[in-house]
Every structure is written in structure tokens, then in C-alpha cells.
């Protein structure tokens, strides 16, 4: 898991500075008037989305999204393992409904194009695909983990 989590925080920071690359010619030719480069606000966007959803799996990968412990904490400690399935189970269940209505909302859009750029709008639907199915990936490793019997830390660090 780690591999993947460094493999998806790299092409992140990839994205990023390509990202910064492309709003810095928007804004230099916006504000000096010397050039002008219509494509860029459609790629900065498209590779927002990239990056946000695919920075989530890395995050999902490490173990990094927000968790409501106190609840957890006052469960009695024989039903806490139990619970914790429970909530995993549900979080897959939501990536599941995300990989499937993302899917289908993409190929409904694949016939529109941007406007400046010659390529399909799905492609800003399948950054939430991907990244859900990345983070189904990182859940189903992480459920895997604890029921082998590792500790939440043992499981991100692998």
C-alpha cells in the first residue's frame, strides 16, 4: 500500500506543477496582453479535479481522512471492531454508487467537447471514477489488513 500511496501522491505533484505551469501563462497573458493562450482555464480545471481526486486516494492510501474517534472511543471494546467493519462497509458501499453513477454520467457526456481544447468533457467525470475506485482499492486493503489483525498505523504503513 505504501508503494501505491507514494505512486499516486507523485503523479499529485506532477499534476500540481503542470497545473502551475498552465495558470501562470493564464495569468501572464491575461495581465500583460503580450500572448494569449484561450486553452488554459479549461486544462487548469480539468487538472484540478485530477489532482483533488486522486490526492484524496493518497490520502485514503495513508490513512489521512477525517475519522469521528470519540464515537468509536465510547463503543464497548468488543463491538469496536465490529463497528468499524460496519463504517467501512458504508464508505464502500458510497464509493461503489460514485464508480457506478460517475461512469454513467461520463459516457453521457462523451460526446461534448470543451470549448477550446479538442477533448471529451468525460473526462472531468472520470477523475471521480478513478479516484473512487483508487480509494475502493485502499479501503479493501485496509479492511484486508485489520482482519489479517494489523493496527490501522501497520496497515497504512504497507
Known sequence: ?????????????????????VTFLQVAGRY??????PWTEE???????????IGAAAAFFRGGHIRFDFVVDRIAPQFRKASELAVHVGVGILLCILIWYGTA????QADTSFLTVNLSVKYTYYSAVVGSALMLVAL??????RLRGDSPAAAARN
Open 43 to 53: 486544462v487548469a480545471r480539468l487538472l484540478f479535479l485530477w489532482i483533488v481526486w
Open 105 to 108: 454520467v461520463a459516457q453521457s
Open 1 to 21: 500500500m505504501r508503494t501505491a500511496q507514494r505512486l499516486l501522491e507523485w503523479v499529485a505533484g506532477l499534476l500540481l506543477a503542470v497545473m502551475v505551469v
Open 140 to 145: 479493501c486493503a485496509g479492511v484486508w489488513a
Open 32 to 37: 500583460t496582453g503580450l500572448f494569449f493562450v
